[in-house]
């Protein structure tokens, strides 16, 4: 036996269920933006990374993949998605072909060497989206909005934004110098990751978990303090048109985020359960300046935000937001008698290829056997057919959780199945029935349906 790798784990089952559905509806919300999907390669060259996520941040400092090839190249395992998809615009000269912003989103697995714990793994997917190239406060609000909002659809309540701007050039530089002032009184006593931050990038030292730390850490200046007329002024219109957009939000002037390329404003999502119990952030992003520019494209700028799609199944497990998301099928088909299954098979494909998904037993088991598989694979409805059935053409379905039965005739199955599962039907035609399921002249004689009862009602029972 093989054992897994550690950091990673198998997602199968219900679990790939629940992961399907999150994607979906995310993957939706975002086309409903005018968002279109990037796929990039997981592996990506050493340098992308390095230069762009940034060297004080830990996916480079500590948590990279990175290997050379058999070219002698560094290559590394993709650690996250802004970079690979913002060199993919450059590569495939999105700038000069499209009109801006450019709006991309993604989702696929990430790798990064950190501590395996709930809801993290060292192999993890991720769902984000990026849109670049143009700078404003309303495009700004208009992607967290999004973000706020795809959380909303997935359901959660008590979803709480929290924001922060990291302020323009002037901003920073003004601001790291007050910081430099700051902690280089309190340095020697902090952690080692803070004296490598202190020199490297002083902003970093602000994200600092250790408890210790956290207490020096808030003395230190605050950036809304130093903010520039021009930064503040985007900040404060950024914040206007969250309110106006109804998202809750708190300003946090400690929230500086992880990645180096980050400038203006940065943000959290943060989740408390109906219990109370505070997940803290369940997804991320913020605006970036020069990212672009040092990937190779023009001088623009662009925001993004992300959401680990294993953190987002964790929490909604834990608040029961996943409990009807499971595999299901619509029926189960069972066999009664040897001789029946030379013909069953053909029968369960047609309900198939009509989209109604179906399993069959095809061993040699009893009915109360069958009806403890059906259950097992949460079927929705039992389709039994035994040799009477089949020499009648007349077939009984039973509703596994009313534990109704009604006898079906073979040419109506699919129909009865299509209206019981509330399928969504194509708009009938004017020379459809009212009911949508056939033509008017194959019981209307090609009248209007008036409702009245005559020789040829149809299934619908509204039509003459």
């Known amino acids: 036996m093989f054992n897994l790798v550690k950091g990673t784990h198998d997602v199968i089952l219900d679990e790939a269920r629940q992961y399907s559905y999150i994607e979906s509806v995310l993957s939706r919300v975002a086309e409903i933006y005018s968002y279109q999907e990037f796929r990039t390669p997981v592996l990506e060259t050493t340098e992308l990374f390095t230069r762009n996520v940034g060297g004080s941040t ?65 192999q993890f997917n991720q769902f984000g989206v990026e849109c670049v190239g143009v700078n404003s406060p309303e495009r700004d609000a208009e992607v967290i ?17 929290v924001i922060n701007t990291l302020g323009d050039e002037e901003t920073r530089k003004n601001y790291q110098e007050a910081l430099r002032e700051y902690f280089a009184k309190h340095i020697d006593n902090m952690c080692s990751d803070c004296k490598e931050r202190f020199n490297i990038n002083i902003l970093r030292i602000l994200d600092c978990k250790v408890p210790e730390d ?7 200046p605050k950036i809304t303090d130093f903010l520039s007329e021009n930064a503040r002024n985007h900040f404060n219109k950024v914040l206007e048109q969250l309110d106006k957009l109804e998202v809750i939000y708190e300003i946090d002037s400690e ?19 109906s219990v109370g119990k505070n997940y803290g952030a369940i997804g991320a992003g913020g605006h970036y300046g ?27 497990n834990d608040d029961g937001m996943l409990s009807n ?43 109360s056997q069958m009806f403890k598989k059906a259950e097992r694979r949460n079927a929705k409805y039992a ?82």
């Open 145 to 161: 909005s999004m973000g706020y909002n795809s959380l909303l659809l997935l359901g959660f309540e008590n979803v709480k934004l």
């Open 214 to 220: 956290r207490e020096i850490i808030a003395g230190a």
């Open 383 to 464: 389709l039994i057919i035994g040799e009477d059935e089949l020499k009648s053409g007349i077939y009984s379905l039973k509703d596994l959780e009313s534990q109704q039965q009604i006898q079906v005739r073979k040419e109506d199955l699919i129909k009865v199945l299509d209206n019981f599962l509330d399928r969504e039907d194509e708009e009938p035609s004017e020379e459809t029935c009212c009911c949508g399921k056939h033509a008017k002249n194959e019981c209307c004689e090609g009248e209007e349906c008036t409702g009245e009862e005559n020789n040829h009602e149809c299934c619908c029972g509204k039509d003459k």
């Open 290 to 316: 020069h990212l672009v520019s040092q990937i190779g494209g023009p001088d623009i700028e662009g925001i993004g935000y992300a959401f680990g799609i294993e953190r987002l199944a964790s929490v909604m």
């Open 255 to 273: 929230l500086v985020r992880g990645l180096d390329y980050y400038s203006g404003v940065v943000f959290e999502f943060h989740y408390t359960s």
């Open 58 to 122: 830990d996916i480079v400092r500590k948590e990279m993949y990175t290997f050379d090839d058999k070219g002698g190249r560094s290559i590394s395992l993709r650690p996250e998605f802004t970079a690979s998809v913002v060199r993919a615009m450059v590569n495939n000269k999105l700038f000069a072909m499209q009109d801006y912003p450019v709006k991309a989103y993604y989702c696929g697995p990430n790798f990064r060497y950190e501590r395996p714990q709930q809801g993290r793994y060292r």
């Open 325 to 367: 998301v499971k595999n299901a099928i619509d029926v189960y088909v069972m066999p009664l008698g040897d001789v029946v299954k030379d013909e069953i098979l053909e029968i369960t494909e047609s309900l198939r290829l009509s989209g109604i998904s179906s399993e069959v037993c095809l061993e040699n088991k009893g009915m």
